[in-house]
């Protein structure tokens, strides 16, 4: 499995690209836009884009998709169902997918509330706006970011400490750091909202 | 990017180092991978897509470099010129840093947490949207740096100077901090506290 990453000047964001060893079909993670630099990436790798996942319906994250869908004969996988007028296959936590070779496991906070998803590819975990390095997402509800930290008390912090997370704006990290670090994690430790009040 | 396989020595959660299918503590000629790594780097100022966790480097030059897309988490760095290096999207969790010299350098959306630092200088640097949670520095020196949303959440920073730095959106939340001078900077700007 090769990894690619690109930046995006369009809201500060990150792409990234998911291929086989040799060339052959991709997944594309949060195309913010189809930049030259990302175009020739994904050529100069001999990848064909088959499969375009979206965390969440922000613009950073989908201007690329009309450009890339002008290119590539590919799929779009999103939360809404509906992301510029493209319709894209709906999904939801819990799901598994296998794409392109690639078993991709959905997740996220099942609720509208956050409107983000997250997905795994082995011990890679795109979190979108979710979790970024230190930090949640600042822009969610205080609501939203309870349901948060509360699936991820119950799922993500459970997952290896070696898992890479590669979130939709600003650096890389990894679980064992954001667990030991990330302020709005370790109050988890810290802070049980009430379970029957957050269902 | 740098590659996601698992060192396969049983129980080792780190990951590989580039070119072989075990990462640098459990490889057998560690010394000799190594010093060929350095020879590959000498000349080559692009160090781009390595996995080279738990490397240890003592009195390198590694001065103007591009680094990009790297893992260099649980590492050692004694006496190491960064200086006018460029830094992207790259992993230094972990790691040790003692006497190294960061300056001019330009780090963006690098994490350096849990890391250590004593007596590092990372002067006229742009230090931008990099990760630095948890992380210890004594004797460290970022004046004249732009630090622009630069996260020091949960670090301890004992006689570290931010003198004339640009400290817009840095995040000093939950930090210790002891002699650490912000003269001439702008940390009503930074971010102390959360709401």
Redesign the interface.
Known sequence: MRCFYNFILNGFSNTYIIGPDGEGDAIIIDPGELNIKLFKLIEENNLYIKHILITHDDSPHTEGIRSLLKIYDAKVYSKSGEIHDIETVRVDPGMELHLSGFKVNVLGVPEPLTNSILFKIQNILFTGDSIGAGRLNKELTSLGRDKLKLYLEKHLLYMDNNTIILPGHGPPSTLKAERMFNPDITDILEYHPDEDQMN | ?FN?D?CKHDGC???SATGYDYCLLHIKDRSDVIENYLETIKDDNLIRNYNMEHLSLAYAELRNKYVI?SNF?NSSFTNVNFSESKV????F??SSFKNCKFNHTIIK???F??SSFENCDFSGSDIV???F??VQASDCNFNDSNLY?T?F??ACLDNVTFIDCNLKKT?F??SKRNVVNFKYSNYEEAEFE?F
């Open positions: 990017m996601f698992i959660e780190s990951y897309v988490s992207l999207f790259s992993l969790q972990f959306y690098t994490n947490a849990g949207n990099s990760n949670i948890g949303y996260n959440t949960n995040d939340y939950r959360r």
